[in-house]
């Protein structure tokens, strides 16, 4: 079984700052890692994945996340914020194969303040 | 791009009717639709798989009767609440899945508010 944790469940930044929202995953095979940003009353739109390959992956708006086997992380990064970024952001996990259900974080809300 | 749609985006309903939400695979063949559901500040909760001309497999706790899914055809999809309640509100994804994509591919989402 696969499980995913967001650990942050809101992240406040001022606009043009860095940030980072966090996911670690478990699984005992292989995965595929996706970030997913949500805005208000909108379904899911897909940022960036992970399939294989390079392990630093780019993605729309100017994100960009690295996956780190060993610590089994896939942590999400923007170096400048807009405050259109304000939304939610969902890291999901699924394994290669069948389906490709994925199993999501529960999610990090992050506030981009002027 | 693969691009689900879903109808309608938002509707309101009297408790005690149905409610039909359709999602359709605009440029590629579904052979596998999920159908989410999302309650305020939570993230999204697997209720069925559907493939195509088969029953629907439900998740644990998710009432079959209430929660009818049909997935007649390649590109659609439907999920039909029966007997909507006021705790059946609440924000429905659906997504799909075609044979030469490894990810899922997800809808707009159905706000549906029940009186």
């Known amino acids: 079984a696969q499980s995913v944790t967001q650990l942050d469940s809101q992240v406040p930044v001022f606009e043009e700052a860095p940030v980072e929202l966090r996911c670690n995953y478990s699984?005992?095979?292989?995965?595929?890692l996706f970030w997913y940003v949500q805005y208000p009353n909108q379904g899911l739109q897909l940022l960036l994945k992970?399939?294989?390959?390079?392990?630093l992956v780019k993605g729309i708006n100017g994100f960009e996340a690295e996956f780190n086997k060993s610590q089994t992380s896939f942590h999400l990064r923007k170096p400048s914020v807009h405050i259109s970024d304000t939304a939610e952001y969902f890291c999901?996990?699924?394994?290669?194969?069948?389906?490709?259900?994925?199993?999501f974080g529960r999610g990090t809300s992050l506030i981009v303040h002027p | 791009g693969a691009v689900v749609s879903q109808h309608p985006s938002r509707v309101i309903c009297k408790s005690g009717t149905s409610v039909k939400i359709e999602c359709r695979s605009l440029?590629?063949?579904?052979?596998?639709m999920f159908w989410y559901r999302q309650f305020p500040k939570q993230s999204l909760m697997l209720m069925a798989t559907?493939?195509?001309?088969?029953?629907?497999?439900?998740e644990q706790g998710v009432e079959k009767d209430k929660f009818l899914i049909n997935h007649a055809s390649l590109t659609l999809s439907t999920l039909t609440v029966t007997s909507a309640h006021p705790e059946d509100s609440s924000f429905y994804i659906c997504?799909?899945?075609?044979?030469?994509?490894?990810?899922?591919?997800f809808g707009p989402g159905t706000r549906l508010t029940v009186l």
């Open positions: 699984s005992s095979v292989s995965v595929y």
């Open positions: 999901a996990v699924s394994e290669p194969g069948g389906s490709y259900i994925p199993t």
């Open positions: 992970y399939l294989s390959g390079s392990t």
């Open positions: 559907s493939n195509e001309g088969s029953k629907a497999t439900y």
């Open positions: 440029d590629f063949q579904a052979t596998t």
């Open positions: 997504s799909a899945h075609g044979q030469s994509y490894n990810e899922q591919f």
